[in-house]
């Protein structure tokens, strides 16, 4: 339901490139179904702990797009009261800049930059070598640099296009300034901050050559075990084991069943080779 969703709650009309009045940019996610989850999970955990402390339980009910609906609470609030304001800002950060996603050097390679206050407007001009920009008095407050924004822009490309996103990364963060390095999904297994959280761990597919990788869990805990991960089921794998321990029906029944076409499981020998694997 995620791809209907985000265009019924308006997400798709501010998800898209400012330039192109008529493109969208999330054809392939599924954001609201990930969203609505994790929050149908924090509701779960809320009626367990209640439910210990006062012994009564809870009825959960979420829809994806009243959640996404009240996500964007505060851009519907604003739009009320100042009309347009209500669009796709693409990449940029609206009440400041420099923020925005940067071409690095390489192929297809990015960084974000996401400078917040002056001082930090000011450090990157150092960084970059501009103390030009860093004495222009007409760029010392944010509403200075959000009237030239494109110039800013310009001269931030200029210099990340011929650095390496994690350098960029490194010596922007070193000096107090948000940013940091686009990442593929290859790379996320060298990612320092995520290897010290366990943010992912690795399992075996039957059927994959290698083993495949999965978030551990979106949040952590210093007082629960992980969360167990298994491969998924391939269909009719577990047939016999449910028919018999949910449906209470014996070896004889359930062969019937099978020889009918009534249930399906899957080939003997491909399972006996799954139990080896």
């Not at 702990?49 to 797009?65: E, K, L, P, Y």
């Not at 920009?133 to 296009?161: C, F, K, N, P, Y």
């Not at 949040?219 to 321990?245: C, M, N, W, Y």
């Amino acid at each position: 339901y995620g791809p209907l969703v985000r265009a019924a709650s308006g997400l798709t009309g501010l998800w898209r490139y400012p330039e192109l009045d008529d493109s969208y940019s999330d054809s392939i996610t599924i954001f609201p179904d990930h969203f609505v989850a994790r929050l149908a999970g924090t509701a779960v955990l809320s009626a367990l702990i209640q439910r210990r402390r006062t012994g009564v339980g809870a009825r959960i009910c979420v829809s994806q797009a009243e959640a996404i609906l009240n996500t964007l609470a505060t851009q519907f609030t604003r739009e009320s009261l100042q009309s347009g304001t209500l669009k796709p800002l693409g990449n940029i950060g609206e009440f400041n800049t420099p923020s925005n996603v940067y071409p690095c050097a390489g192929d297809d390679l990015w960084c974000v930059i996401d400078v917040q206050t002056d001082e930090q407007w000011r450090a990157l001009c150092l960084a970059m070598g501009r103390e030009d920009l860093a004495a222009d008095e007409t760029l010392a407050s944010a509403e200075g640099r959000i009237a030239q924004r494109e110039e800013i822009d310009h001269a931030v490309t200029a210099w990340t296009s011929t650095r390496n996103p994690a350098a960029v990364m490194e010596t922007l963060q070193g000096k107090g300034i948000p940013a940091v390095a686009m990442q593929r999904l290859t790379e996320f297994d060298d990612n320092p901050h995520f290897q010290a959280r366990g943010f992912f761990r690795h399992f075996v597919q039957p059927g994959f050559p290698e083993t495949l990788q999965t978030e551990n869990g979106p949040v952590s805990f210093s007082d629960l075990p992980e969360p167990v991960i298994k491969p998924a089921p391939f269909q009719g794998q577990h047939t016999r084991e449910l028919a018999a321990r949910l449906l209470g029906l014996s070896e004889e029944q359930i062969n019937a069943l099978l020889e009918n076409g009534v249930l399906e499981s899957m080939d003997e020998e491909y399972l006996e080779l799954l139990g080896n694997g």
